[in-house]
T-cell receptor
Framework: GQNIDQPTEMTATEGAIVQINCTYQTSGFNGLFWYQQHAGEAPTFLSYNVLDGLEEKGRFSSFLSRSKGYSYLLLKELQMKDSASYLC??????????WGAGTKLIIKP | DTAVSQTPKYLVTQMGNDKSIKCEQN?????MYWYKQDSKKFLKIMFSYNNKELIINETVPNRFSPKSPDKAHLNLHINSLELGDSAVYFC?????????????FGNGTRLTVT
């Protein structure tokens, strides 16, 4: 079956760095997305990786290793507004999105 | 504003009723979707609609039906509502199906069935 695993919840301190991991098993692979979802709001697109390596976008970076079925989202210089859920999603061979349950990130002052 | 908009934001109704949720996108996207997010926060695809092609998730009960009057609208009709239908429903759109095509989500409709 297809499966995406992420930690349920993580806690980090304002100003610090946090890494949110995602492992996946899918029928084929056509890329991996990260979305941010604040409580009570819609998910918003953060990043997309299809090739191995690190994609940097400001304070956020996303890494992919296709051979390991692994990705992480790295958030630097954490701000209180980064408190949200972070959703990992993979495109399978049929270009269907398979979603993880999300990681709730709590930022403490 | 360019966006995906859905109404209503909140919907409280009783078991057995029939209800609709409306969705409109003015982004010029070709593909629209309906997702259900349950209490465990999993996003589950219900339908995708692209150029009059409807793809249905086979796990979705046939009480749920999408209606698309045109490319910019995809409404969701639900018949004979059940307690288990309580969830947040998100409409989304993307420029095209497949490939690198991030989703743009509406703000969600929180459905509560009593």
């Amino acid at each position: 079956g297809q499966n995406i695993d992420q930690p349920t919840e993580m806690t980090a301190t304002e100003g610090a760095i946090v890494q949110i991991n995602c492992t996946y098993q899918t029928s084929g692979f056509n890329g991996l997305f990260w979305y941010q979802q604040h409580a009570g709001e819609a998910p918003t697109f953060l990043s997309y990786n299809v090739l191995d390596g690190l994609e940097e976008k400001g304070r956020f970076s996303s890494f992919l290793s296709r051979s390991k079925g692994y990705s992480y989202l790295l958030l630097k210089e954490l701000q209180m507004k980064d408190s949200a859920s972070y959703l990992c999603a993979c495109l399978d061979s049929n270009y269907q999105l398979i979603w993880g349950a999300g990681t709730k990130l709590i930022i403490k002052p | 504003d360019t966006a995906v908009s859905q109404t209503p934001k909140y919907l409280v109704t009783q078991m057995g009723n029939d209800k609709s949720i409306k969705c409109e996108q003015n982004l010029g996207h070709d593909t629209m979707y309906w997702y259900k997010q349950d209490s465990k926060k999993f996003l589950k695809i219900m339908f995708s609609y692209n150029n009059k092609e409807l793809i249905i998730n086979e796990t979705v009960p046939n009480r749920f039906s999408p209606k698309s009057p045109d490319k910019a609208h995809l409404n969701l009709h639900i018949n004979s509502l059940e307690l288990g239908d309580s969830a947040v429903y998100f409409c989304a759109s993307s420029p095209r199906t497949g490939e690198y095509s991030p989703l743009h989500f509406g703000n969600g409709t929180r459905l509560t069935v009593t």
